[in-house]
């Protein structure tokens, strides 16, 4: 069912009003007394929670415990904010909608709606806000610290259908935000439940198993001999590989009469390849049988298992583990290197792991 017949379904024939925020809610900027950095107006007895822009979470609610608190000495310089209320962020962040669960106060990078003129549904109300923000943030004015005004947002318009419609939306949105929470979390747990079985499938105690380099693991790979071969090969570039799914998502063609100088390395079906340039990106992939026999960039080192000693797929995870090992050592140790030397990786890391 389309997005048009859906809703027209479940308006059924009811014509929905269009108003502008100035319509319908009053509304106000937060305030704070300057300037920012006087420890008075911070903490202390009487201290309550002051909500800015970086206290504004992508789930419509603020966070548990706000970065700052208000002292009482500033509390009447500012906007106090009951829970229940609707807030926008308009710097920086833009756009941010929460419906405040405790009591507070505000900042003045924040507008907050006091007051509603229409009959609305408060909940309705701040998913058509965060909706209207998600477009018009674009438009913003400031090339670094983006900014949308009282009086530019007060001309936005939002489509008011009847209460009881109203209700019905915010019943199917919020069903929605619940399943990609759970989602979410789900796929958070499996995650960490994948890193501790791959953890103790692969490590062992000290004399369980015989260690040895990748280098005695492994074949060495021979290169394409442009010179040789007429043929058309799918390149593997070094954007080729998915970061999110360790695939091969893209190539191009070429020949011996287009190959950029980095297009050299054959691959088979089992290959092991990951990105030694740029290793920071963390580009890995296991080639598959649609890739076997395509040429890769020299930017990829190429593990192929010696099957009598490792299977590919467990050469996979042993590259996957000795990558991020990889990239643990360009980051904090050789944080000025950008490259890893594929001859060092093989002979030098997997001895170090064993030692």
């Known amino acids: 069912m389309s997005n048009t017949n859906f809703m027209e379904k479940l308006l059924d024939g009811v014509e929905v009003q269009w108003k502008t925020l100035g319509e319908v809610a009053i509304f106000r900027r937060g305030s704070f007394p300057q300037p920012y950095g006087e420890d008075k107006w911070y903490g202390g007895e009487g201290a309550m929670p002051f909500v800015q822009v970086v206290d504004v979470g992508e789930d419509m609610r603020l966070v548990q415990d706000t970065k700052n608190k208000i002292s009482k000495l500033a509390q009447p310089k500012s906007v106090f904010v009951p829970e229940g209320t609707v807030i926008v962020t308009l710097q920086g962040s833009i756009g941010r909608v929460a419906i405040t669960h405790y009591d507070c106060y505000v900042d003045r990078t924040l507008a907050i709606f006091e007051k509603f003129q229409e009959e609305i549904n408060t909940k309705y109300f701040a ?62 747990a499996r995650k960490k439940q994948y890193t501790y079985c791959r953890y103790q499938l692969l490590a062992f105690e000290e004399g369980q ?123 904090y140790l050789f944080f000025i290197f950008f490259c890893v030397y594929s001859d060092r990786f093989i002979n030098l890391l997997f001895c170090y792991i064993g030692a």
Request: hydrophobic share 40%; glycine share 4%; with cysteine.
């Open 209 to 331: 198993v015989e260690w040895k380099t990748l280098g005695e693991v492994t074949l060495s790979t021979p290169n394409v001999r442009w010179r040789d071969t007429g043929r058309t090969y799918r390149y593997i570039d070094l954007t080729s590989v998915s970061r999110e799914n360790n695939t091969i998502i893209e190539t191009s063609e070429i020949s011996a009469k287009n190959a950029p100088s980095r297009a050299q390395k054959l691959v088979l079906k089992g290959d092991v390849i990951f990105a030694t340039t740029r290793p920071a990106q963390q580009r890995l992939c296991l080639i598959t049988e649609e890739y076997s026999g395509e040429v890769a960039s020299t930017g990829y080192c190429v593990l192929r298992a010696k099957i009598d000693e490792v299977l590919p797929g467990v050469l996979n995870l042993t590259a996957l583990n000795l990558y991020f090992f990889t990239i643990f050592i360009i980051k």
């Open 127 to 188: 998913y058509q806000l965060q909706a209207k923000f998600e477009v018009e943030k674009e438009k913003a004015r400031g090339s670094t610290i983006k900014t949308i005004t009282k009086e530019e947002f007060t001309k936005f318009q939002i489509p008011i259908p009847p209460l009881e419609i109203q209700a019905e939306i915010v019943r199917i949105l919020d069903t929605f935000t619940e399943l990609t929470a759970e989602l979410t979390a789900e796929l958070t």
